[in-house]
């Protein structure tokens, strides 16, 4: 079984400032796929960045970037000159194969104007 | 091109009564999933579809079941609803064999009084 662990109920940030949610999950496959996905008031999960196990180079995506250290099962989720947008439940997702997802508990990420 | 939807947006049912919700995958897409999110927690699996027959399952009871169309579209019911039943259920679709990229609904909020 696979398990996601986020650690940080809750994050705050102030507007334009960097800040760092934390993810660690537990895997005996080799090859699967991390995923940040962003859940805002509206409901709606959106996805933010994602992870190939197999690839050793961060993933980036605008302001979003990921800190993968395989080894320590470790996937930390970047986000620089943080905005208003921003705010939100952010959830870390493991999955291999079959496209199930295993979530997190979520980050509540606040911004502060 | 239109992304995931489902139906109803919120419903409200008493204990013991049954309810269906419906998903429509986005275009290009095969695979449907469901997840039941509690407040304040990740979503959890349910099941998944794919060629019409349930691929996988989660830890639920036998109270969920779901069908998959033709058209890939799907129905989650729920039986003998109790009041842990309220949660916001979410579909997801992808593609078997794609990118690993799952995309979701907006979900349906569901309240068992």
């Known amino acids: 079984a696979q398990t996601v662990t986020q650690s940080q109920p809750e994050m705050s940030v102030q507007e334009a400032e960097t800040v760092t949610l934390s993810c660690t999950y537990d895997?005996?496959?080799?090859?699967?796929?991390l995923f940040w996905y962003k859940q805002p008031p509206s409901r709606q999960m959106i996805l933010v960045i994602r992870q190939e196990a197999y690839k050793q180079q961060n993933a980036t995506e605008n302001r979003f970037s990921v800190n993968f250290q395989k080894a320590a099962k470790s996937f930390s989720l970047k986000i620089s000159d943080s905005q208003l947008g921003d705010a939100a439940m952010y959830f870390c997702a493991l999955n291999f194969g079959n496209e199930k997802l295993t979530f997190g508990t979520g980050t509540r990420l606040t911004i502060i104007p | 091109d239109a992304g995931v939807t489902q139906s109803p947006t919120h419903l409200i049912k008493t204990r013991g009564q049954q309810v269906t919700l419906r998903c429509s995958p986005k275009?290009?897409?095969?695979?449907v999933s469901w997840y039941q999110q509690a407040l304040g927690q990740g979503p959890q699996f349910i099941f998944q579809y794919y060629e019409e027959e349930e691929r996988q399952r989660g830890n639920f009871p036998d109270r969920f079941s779901g069908h998959q169309f033709p058209n890939y579209s799907s129905e989650l019911n729920v039986n003998a609803l109790l009041l842990g039943d309220s949660a916001l259920y979410l579909c997801?679709?992808?593609?078997?064999?794609?990118?690993?990229?799952?995309?979701f609904g907006a979900g349906t909020r569901l309240s068992v009084l």
């Open positions: 895997t005996s496959e080799s090859d699967y796929y």
């Open positions: 275009s290009g897409h095969d695979t």
């Open positions: 997801a679709s992808s593609l078997a064999g794609g990118d690993r990229r799952v995309d």
